[in-house]
């Protein structure tokens, strides 16, 4: 895919790079420098040499997959005085919503009306009625209760269609929805410190960065997605919510259920419903909508993935695709994450939220709650009025009391843990609970599990409620929170191997994926390796050559080349659009290594033949730098202008700095100037400054030596620590002459 904002402002791809380089001075010092390494990303080795006073730069090795991203946002500072709360802008005409007719009975009631609903809700909540005489009823003695139970919820939501079970309720304008409707947590704490179950908003440090992308100019530059990123308890749906209350809050909103794995098609996938359902929906006269996806992290590998973003901001014209997912999700390590992932990171870069407040944030929560001043639990506000100490202490609780629902609990965890989300099936506890619950039954029959699930789920507090089941999918599952995750991680440690090993065998093969990933960020590459080879097996198009380019990855980071060649092979061979283009860049490298320069050059051809976004320009410059090696001169220009011109921002940079080289050995200053240029325009963080150093010195040869000086003082301010070294060099030579 390209990416949601390609449609308004074209994409540009995202590319990491590590690399090696030696920079030569006039002196023959050499300096060895590491760019930005990432443990996802073969290492990419420059070398700048010294030859006849010039510098110049030769790229061996491979860069990772690459992903086109939707340009940003600008994220400057947010700004120092947010206002307070202002309210929702003025909503348009709500359609032809019948005023209420007035009351038939000319008789004046003394009491007022219940309070009259601003849209018809079909499921009203009954109301009292009052008896034939309405006698003051006493009233109900005050419980001294420390913790009394939550603010009723609101009226239940208007049911969707049964062919509809994508969507949570009918589309509903926002300024008529509760949050609890839209899953924002209604608190007993916050019920009873400040007396309403949604507390007063205190606004945070994103929210003026926020405001920002929700401006016409910036949702058309991403296409209308906007994503807000968080740990656990750090408040992201309520943040993004009031945003939007704050931008759009007249406009309709279409609520998305999560996924439900095991359910029917829409249900499982239900972005991907809403997205073909969208000219069924009936949209046309309630103007451009919102589509929310609250803890989106569950529908990745369910339906979230570029090209569904794509399908859905351009068959909803105008609308705002609003995202709230899980920081620890996005930090899986990226060595075979999939494109979205990489697109959803950067599109939050600017709207990442910690369960801690700042000084900033804190000193407004200071405002809201005065009397809350010296309560040091104010610091963490979203997750104390969220309920996240209570579902600890709970959990807590239960672990003294209870072990074998604690170990019910624990299992449930297990699955966030091992980087899964979304309902637990209840048999995957059933089998974990055999192992970690001392003297439980384990057997298929699972009765004491059963027991302990029951007991789970029999307390209706929210806040107190360890595991939610689910309905609607195919087996028996369970929901458990993400703080009660954070806690049995803290008390119990490690995921124990055995574990790891019973999920690897039990989950499918896009979540061997995820879950090989999950065991790269813990440090076990045997469980990757298991986990992977295990997805390589199966007989999924899409995940086994995805499995088999993350493998040879990983064995070519271990230095083992012979595995590492014959797991790129299987990826090229699966004819694979995306993975067998950048297993073959990769697999020349591999070669390359081991001194197979002709099937290098074979492998490096493959990727060039795909056309593919990042494979095609990388290949065609490592086969330039394997010319240039050979002499053959005239094809590492060819393939040089070629990696020039894909505009590709590593490959394109690189290329022009080594392509200005060989065109300054064969006199042609020109060119090799506006290559130089180019490469210094391109922003690259290092081979602009190097590119800078060598124009400064063929300025020097051309004895243009005041463009030359002023180009060395600028590097030497740029930073780049091993280029001013460098260019320091060159600015004492000509102070000498």
Same mark, same amino acid.
């Given at each position: 895919?390209?990416?949601?904002?390609?449609?308004?402002?074209?994409?540009?791809?995202?590319?990491?790079?590590?690399?090696?380089?030696?920079?030569?001075?006039?002196?023959?010092?050499?300096?060895?420098?590491?760019?930005?390494?990432?443990?996802?990303?073969?290492?990419?080795?420059?070398?700048?040499?010294?030859?006849?006073?010039?510098?110049?730069?030769?790229?061996?090795?491979?860069?990772?997959?690459?992903?086109?991203?939707?340009?940003?946002?600008?994220?400057?500072?947010?700004?120092?005085?947010?206002?307070?709360?202002?309210?929702?802008?003025?909503?348009?005409?709500?359609?032809?919503?019948?005023?209420?007719?007035?009351?038939?009975?000319?008789?004046?009631?003394?009491?007022?009306?219940?309070?009259?609903?601003?849209?018809?809700?079909?499921?009203?909540?009954?109301?009292?009625?009052?008896?034939?005489?309405?006698?003051?009823?006493?009233?109900?003695?005050?419980?001294?209760?420390?913790?009394?139970?939550?603010?009723?919820?609101?009226?239940?939501?208007?049911?969707?269609?049964?062919?509809?079970?994508?969507?949570?309720?009918?589309?509903?304008?926002?300024?008529?929805?509760?949050?609890?409707?839209?899953?924002?947590?209604?608190?007993?704490?916050?019920?009873?410190?400040?007396?309403?179950?949604?507390?007063?908003?205190?606004?945070?440090?994103?929210?003026?960065?926020?405001?920002?992308?929700?401006?016409?100019?910036?949702?058309?530059?991403?296409?209308?997605?906007?994503?807000?990123?968080?740990?656990?308890?750090?408040?992201?749906?309520?943040?993004?919510?009031?945003?939007?209350?704050?931008?759009?809050?007249?406009?309709?909103?279409?609520?998305?259920?999560?996924?439900?794995?095991?359910?029917?098609?829409?249900?499982?996938?239900?972005?991907?419903?809403?997205?073909?359902?969208?000219? $069924?929906?009936?949209?046309?006269?309630?103007?451009?909508?919102?589509?929310?996806?609250?803890?989106?992290?569950?529908?990745?590998?369910?339906?979230?993935?570029?090209?569904?973003?794509?399908?859905?901001?351009?068959?909803?014209?105008?609308?705002?695709?609003?995202?709230?997912?899980?920081?620890?999700?996005?930090?899986?390590?990226?060595?075979?994450?999939?494109?979205?992932?990489?697109?959803?990171?950067?599109?939050?870069?600017?709207?990442?939220?910690?369960?801690?407040?700042?000084?900033?944030?804190?000193?407004?929560?200071?405002?809201?709650?005065?009397?809350?001043?010296?309560?040091?639990?104010?610091?963490?506000?979203?997750?104390?009025?969220?309920?996240?100490?209570?579902?600890?202490?709970?959990?807590?609780?239960?672990?003294?009391?209870?072990?074998?629902?604690?170990?019910?609990?624990?299992?449930?965890?297990?699955?966030?843990?091992?980087?899964?989300?979304?309902?637990?099936?209840?048999?995957?506890?059933?089998?974990?609970?055999?192992?970690?619950?001392?003297?439980?039954?384990?057997?298929?029959?699972?009765?004491?599990?059963?027991?302990?699930?029951?007991?789970?789920?029999?307390?209706?507090?929210?806040?107190?409620?360890?595991?939610?089941?689910?309905?609607?999918?195919?087996?028996? $599952?369970?929901?458990?929170? $993400?703080?009660?995750?954070?806690?049995?991680?803290?008390?119990?440690?490690?995921?124990?191997?055995?574990?790891?090993?019973?999920?690897?065998?039990?989950?499918?093969?896009?979540?061997?994926?995820?879950?090989?990933?999950?065991?790269?960020?813990?440090?076990?590459?045997?469980?990757?390796?298991?986990?992977?080879?295990?997805?390589?097996?199966?007989?999924?198009?899409?995940?086994?050559?995805?499995?088999?380019?993350?493998?040879?990855?990983?064995?070519?980071?271990?230095?083992?080349?012979?595995?590492?060649?014959?797991?790129?092979?299987?990826?090229?061979? $699966?004819?694979?659009?995306?993975?067998?283009?950048?297993?073959?860049?990769?697999?020349?490298?591999?070669?390359?290594?081991?001194?197979?320069?002709?099937?290098?050059?074979?492998?490096?051809?493959?990727?060039?033949?795909?056309?593919?976004?990042?494979?095609?320009?990388?290949?065609?410059?490592?086969?330039?730098?394997?010319?240039?090696?050979?002499?053959?001169?005239?094809?590492?220009?060819?393939?040089?202008?070629?990696?020039?011109?894909?505009?590709?921002?590593?490959?394109?940079?690189?290329?022009?700095?080594?392509?200005?080289?060989?065109?300054?050995?064969?006199?042609?200053?020109?060119?090799?100037?506006?290559?130089?240029?180019?490469?210094?325009?391109?922003?690259?963080?290092?081979?602009?400054?190097?590119?800078?150093?060598?124009?400064?010195?063929?300025?020097?040869?051309?004895?243009?030596?005041?463009?030359?000086?002023?180009?060395?003082?600028?590097?030497?301010?740029?930073?780049?620590?091993?280029?001013?070294?460098?260019?320091?060099?060159?600015?004492?030579?000509?102070?000498?002459?």
């Amino acid at each position: 895919m390209t990416d949601p904002a390609s449609q308004a402002s074209g994409s540009r791809p995202w590319q990491e790079l590590a690399a090696w380089a030696l920079v030569g001075s006039g002196g023959g010092s050499l300096v060895s420098i590491l760019f930005g390494a990432d443990p996802s990303i073969s290492v990419v080795v420059a070398v700048l040499t010294m030859a006849g006073g010039g510098l110049t730069l030769a790229v061996l090795r491979r860069a990772a997959p690459g992903i086109s991203v939707g340009e940003q946002p600008s994220s400057a500072a947010p700004d120092p005085d947010p206002e307070p709360e202002p309210a929702p802008d003025p909503e348009p005409e709500p359609g032809p919503e019948p005023a209420p007719a007035p009351e038939p009975e000319p008789e004046p009631e003394p009491a007022p009306e219940p309070e009259l609903e601003s849209e018809p809700e079909p499921a009203p909540e009954p109301e009292p009625t009052p008896e034939s005489e309405p006698e003051p009823e006493p009233a109900p003695e005050p419980e001294p209760e420390p913790e009394p139970d939550p603010a009723p919820e609101p009226a239940p939501e208007p049911v969707p269609a049964p062919h509809r079970p994508f969507l949570r309720m009918a589309p509903t304008p926002l300024g008529d929805l509760d949050p609890a409707q839209v899953g924002i947590v209604a608190s007993a704490t916050a019920q009873r410190v400040v007396g309403q179950a949604q507390p007063p908003y205190v606004r945070r440090d994103v929210d003026a960065a926020l405001d920002r992308s929700l401006q016409p100019d910036a949702l058309a530059s991403t296409g209308g997605v906007v994503v807000v990123r968080g740990a656990p308890g750090s408040g992201t749906s309520r943040t993004l919510w009031e945003a939007l209350r704050r931008a759009a809050g007249y406009r309709t909103v279409l609520v998305v259920e999560p996924p439900l794995p095991g359910g029917d098609d829409l249900a499982a996938r239900p972005l991907e419903a809403l997205a073909d359902a969208v000219p $069924s929906l009936d949209l046309a006269d309630r103007g451009p909508v919102i589509v929310w996806i609250d803890d989106a992290h569950e529908h990745l590998g369910q339906g979230l993935t570029l090209p569904v973003l794509d399908r859905l901001v351009s068959r909803l014209p105008g609308c705002i695709v609003a995202l709230t997912i899980s920081a620890p999700r996005l930090r899986l390590p990226d060595l075979v994450a999939e494109p979205v992932e990489r697109w959803l990171r950067a599109a939050s870069d600017a709207h990442d939220l910690s369960p801690e407040l700042s000084d900033d944030e804190l000193g407004r929560a200071f405002g809201r709650f005065p009397d809350q001043s010296l309560n040091p639990r104010l610091r963490w506000l979203p997750s104390w009025f969220g309920a996240a100490d209570q579902l600890r202490d709970r959990y807590r609780e239960v672990r003294e009391n209870d072990p074998l629902l604690a170990a019910v609990i624990t299992a449930a965890a297990t699955w966030h843990r091992v980087g899964l989300h979304g309902p637990v099936p209840v048999d995957l506890i059933r089998a974990l609970v055999g192992q970690t619950a001392a003297g439980s039954d384990g057997a298929p029959d699972g009765h004491p599990v059963d027991e302990a699930l029951d007991r789970a789920t029999a307390e209706v507090a929210p806040d107190r409620t360890l595991l939610v089941p689910v309905p609607g999918a195919g087996e028996p $599952s369970y929901r458990v929170a $993400s703080t009660v995750v954070d806690e049995v991680a803290l008390l119990e440690g490690p995921v124990p191997t055995s574990i790891w090993r019973t999920i690897i065998d039990r989950v499918s093969p896009e979540q061997l994926v995820v879950v090989g990933r999950a065991a790269l960020a813990a440090e076990r590459t045997d469980l990757v390796e298991q986990a992977w080879e295990r997805a390589l097996g199966s007989s999924d198009d899409e995940v086994a050559p995805l499995a088999a380019f993350g493998l040879g990855l990983l064995y070519e980071q271990q230095g083992h080349a012979g595995r590492a060649e014959a797991s790129y092979r299987h990826a090229v061979e $699966s004819g694979h659009a995306g993975h067998a283009p950048m297993a073959a860049f990769h697999l020349g490298g591999v070669l390359e290594d081991v001194e197979r320069v002709g099937e290098a050059e074979v492998a490096y051809q493959q990727a060039l033949a795909a056309r593919h976004a990042d494979a095609t320009p990388m290949a065609a410059f490592n086969l330039g730098w394997l010319y240039e090696q050979q002499r053959r001169t005239e094809e590492a220009i060819s393939s040089y202008e070629q990696a020039v011109d894909s505009g590709h921002p590593e490959a394109g940079p690189m290329a022009a700095y080594n392509l200005a080289w060989l065109l300054e050995q064969q006199r042609r200053r020109k060119e090799a100037e506006n290559l130089y240029r180019a490469a210094i325009a391109s922003g690259h963080p290092d081979i602009g400054p190097m590119a800078a150093v060598s124009l400064g010195i063929l300025l020097e040869r051309l004895q243009r030596a005041r463009e030359a000086r002023k180009l060395f003082e600028r590097v030497v301010n740029s930073g780049h620590e091993e280029a001013a070294a460098a260019a320091k060099l060159r600015l004492r030579g000509l102070r000498r002459r």
